[in-house]
């Protein structure tokens, strides 16, 4: 449940949903200038980031799931 995926194609940096993130669990690649999920056992599944994304870069998945971070 929470924060499934970041498009990074999508994502133009603008910091938005890191902002408005209450658990601080996406944080920005500075070198890349994207989102990306840092903390993803954290996420509390409110949503925040993926309705205020203006590019439409972020996926929440409402259903409980055991998933692992995957490297980058």
């Not at 994304?53 to 490297?71: F, L, N, Q, T």
């Amino acid at each position: 449940m929470g924060i499934r995926k970041i498009d990074p194609r999508r994502c133009d940096g603008c910091r938005i949903c890191a902002d408005h993130c209450p658990m601080d669990v996406i944080r920005m690649d500075e070198d890349r200038n994207k989102a990306f999920i840092k903390y993803l056992d954290d996420c509390q599944s409110c949503f925040l980031c993926e309705a205020e994304c203006p590019k439409e870069a972020i996926w929440c998945y409402p259903v409980r799931e055991k998933r692992v971070a995957p490297a980058w």
